[in-house]
């Protein structure tokens, strides 16, 4: 066996299990799953995550602009009380409120990628612009924009230094 579910498996799971489930805690999608963690299932059952499935049969049609918001945070939870129609500015604040979204941790200095200047460099600058040497007059002497000096002048970049 593929370990893949025999065809209307998981139709037969969703229309027999999930969309008359009455329990209040989550319900989780047993069979195959996207990365963000939602359930996978054929765009022949007019949707393509298993959520959105549910939706669908439960709430009715999805209204022009919106999309399936969990109020539970879990991805692959498909528990019917727990799936609601938002926009998707909702559905984001839902996300940011379950901790399911975190920036990156910033990147500052060389670490940064658009860094012109070493960390070195950047402290000279700034020790120059301090003993009263014009931004431009320093920038020549790097081979970079004047603004890039500006911004280490008004801690717009290397500000830590």
């Excluded at 008359?20 to 007019?46: A, D, I």
């Excluded at 298993?50 to 439960?58: E, G, K, Q, T």
Aim: charged letters at 25%.
């Amino acid at each position: 066996m593929s370990g893949k579910p025999a065809n209307g498996t998981v139709k037969r799971w969703l229309d027999q299990v999930a969309i008359p489930y009455q329990g209040r805690e989550c319900l989780l999608f047993p069979f195959s799953r996207l990365k963000s963690g939602h359930g996978r299932v054929s765009s022949r059952l007019g949707a393509n995550t298993a959520h959105a499935y549910v939706a669908l049969r439960v709430h009715g049609a999805r209204p022009d602009g919106y999309e399936v918001c969990h109020d539970c945070g879990n991805p692959p939870c498909v528990n019917p009380r727990h799936l609601y129609w938002g926009t998707r500015a909702k559905n984001m604040d839902d996300r940011w409120r379950h901790g399911e979204m975190v920036l990156p941790p910033t990147k500052r200095g060389v670490e940064n990628g658009n860094s012109v200047l070493t960390e070195d460099q950047a402290r000279y600058a700034k020790a120059r612009l301090k003993a009263g040497v014009s931004a431009p007059e320093i920038a020549e002497r790097f081979g970079v924009p004047k603004q890039t000096i500006y911004n280490i002048k008004y801690g717009t970049t290397w500000a830590w230094l």
